[in-house]
């Protein structure tokens, strides 16, 4: 889990520039940086919206709601 501080730039970086704030803690080519990307540039509410969401609400630490997207291959 990240610390206060990382988490406050994190957000930062998501109001200035969505998908910098998600890559910074998901990392770049990952689905959530994607989908903020395509959001942000579909309108950039929707990307801020996105990012606080994905930085605030899901626990990158935690794999179990990966673990659902790879068991249909």
Do not use: Q
Request: net charge negative; proline share 5%; aromatic share 14%.
């Amino acid at each position: 889990m990240s610390s206060g501080c990382a988490l406050l730039c994190e957000i930062i970086f998501a109001l200035l520039l969505p998908p910098l704030g998600v890559c910074l803690r998901y990392g770049c080519c990952t689905v959530e940086f994607l989908i903020c990307l395509l959001l942000t540039l579909l309108g950039y509410l929707p990307g801020i919206i996105y990012a606080m969401y994905v930085i605030v609400f899901i626990n990158p630490d935690r794999d179990d709601y990966r673990d659902r997207y790879y068991t249909l291959a």
